[in-house]
């Protein structure tokens, strides 16, 4: 393993492991996720101003507020990394709620899409970033009615940031799409989302796609499965990676096997496929800032920010669900 990639594991299993103690009730997915926040600042979480930030959105939110809930720890987490909690979280709102403008309910990747605004610094061209994304939107439900939905309006944000048009996104989009989609076959929604983060990236689409599926292949020969679930579009991020397709995986495997051995990252706390995601995530974010602009390093930290996002509110949304139904199970 590359030092800092070790580094980055200790930090982040360090920022876990106080946040945990802090917030025992949180879900543990939801406890990385803040820990990673801390760890993209290269700082230690600090607990006491995550709680100050908390009771500021509890005064400023109702719990039925999309941005409580299972976004609390998260959003009460960033609000403590920035240099003015209430403006923060004043940006977020005012930029949730024009993301919320023709929509009856609200949205929870609608929340994050905010987030993901105004972490860029762009909450002042939010009308503009929100327009462009609407476009997006609807140009991908126009090409796949059944695969596009509301969790893809977070990579159509991060879409809609970068210098190209909405008509060149979707046409390189739907060419990326129509280049991988058979080797997911029965994952074709999780096809298409990793098709929307090679498409943020820059490069041409036909190389991004056979590096993707030659990462996927070399897993599979290593003996170690990458996930073809809500892990599936964090494989592409390692086609930033500029090292040979063998020595990328065995990077990633060898910075899992390390976290599985870390409290709060063990078979207790998350399946092999999400350590395997959050493995990826450092790896690409490590080698990138070596290997390539510190423009694309900084592209490739923001992506891996919203799949993680996207990654653990998919799972907590999931289990929500699934106790929802045991629950009125058992109690019939």
Same mark, same amino acid.
């Given at each position: 393993?590359? +030092? ?10 360090? #920022?876990? #492991?106080?946040? $945990? ?44 507020? =999309? !941005? ?17 909690? @209430? ?5 977020? *709102?005012?930029? =949730?709620?024009? !993301? ?8 929870? $990747? ?37 695969? +596009? ?23 390189? !989009?739907?060419?990326? $799409?129509?280049?991988?989609? #058979? ?21 041409? =689409? ?5 590096? +993707? ?45 390390? !976290? ?8 207790? $706390? ?22 390539? *602009?510190? @423009? ?29 139904? *045991?629950?009125? +199970?058992?109690?019939?």
């Amino acid at each position: 393993m590359q +030092t800092e990639v070790m580094e980055k594991c200790d930090m982040l299993v360090e #920022n876990r #492991n106080i946040i $945990y103690k802090g917030f025992m009730l949180e879900d543990s997915l939801m406890q990385v996720l803040a820990a990673m926040s801390f760890v993209d600042r290269g700082e230690i979480a600090d607990v006491k101003a995550i709680k100050r930030c908390r009771k500021i959105l509890r005064k400023k939110h109702s719990a039925f507020s =999309y !941005l409580r809930g299972n976004n609390e720890l998260f959003i009460s987490s960033k609000m403590a990394l920035s240099d003015d909690p @209430e403006k923060y979280l004043d940006d977020i *709102t005012e930029t =949730y709620e024009k !993301l919320q403008v023709g929509k009856f309910f609200g949205s929870t $990747y609608r929340v994050l899409s905010a987030l993901i605004i105004c972490d860029a610094g762009k909450a002042d061209e939010s009308d503009k970033i929100i327009e462009k994304t609407e476009e997006l939107l609807n140009g991908m439900k126009e090409a796949h009615p059944f695969l +596009t939905n509301d969790e893809d309006t977070c990579l159509a944000v991060l879409l809609a940031m970068t210098e190209k048009s909405s008509k060149d996104i979707l046409s390189e !989009l739907e060419s990326t $799409y129509l280049e991988i989609k #058979n080797e997911f076959m029965l994952y074709k929604n999780s096809a298409y989302s990793l098709c929307q983060v090679l498409t943020t990236l820059d490069g041409a =689409y036909k190389r991004k796609c056979e590096k +993707t599926i030659a990462l996927f292949d070399s897993f599979k020969e290593a003996g170690t499965k990458y996930g073809k679930e809500y892990e599936l579009a964090s494989l592409g991020l390692l086609t930033n990676v500029q090292m040979d397709v063998k020595d990328i995986v065995a990077e990633v495997i060898g910075t899992a096997e390390y !976290l599985r051995n870390k409290k709060g990252f063990n078979f207790w $706390y998350m399946t092999k496929q999400t350590r395997l995601m959050f493995a990826a995530m450092l790896v690409a974010e490590s080698y990138t800032g070596d290997s390539a *602009t510190s @423009e694309a390093s900084v592209a490739s930290s923001t992506v891996a920010r919203v799949i993680a996002q996207q990654a653990a509110m998919f799972v907590v949304l999931v289990s929500s669900s699934a106790a929802s139904i *045991t629950t009125s +199970t058992s109690s019939n």
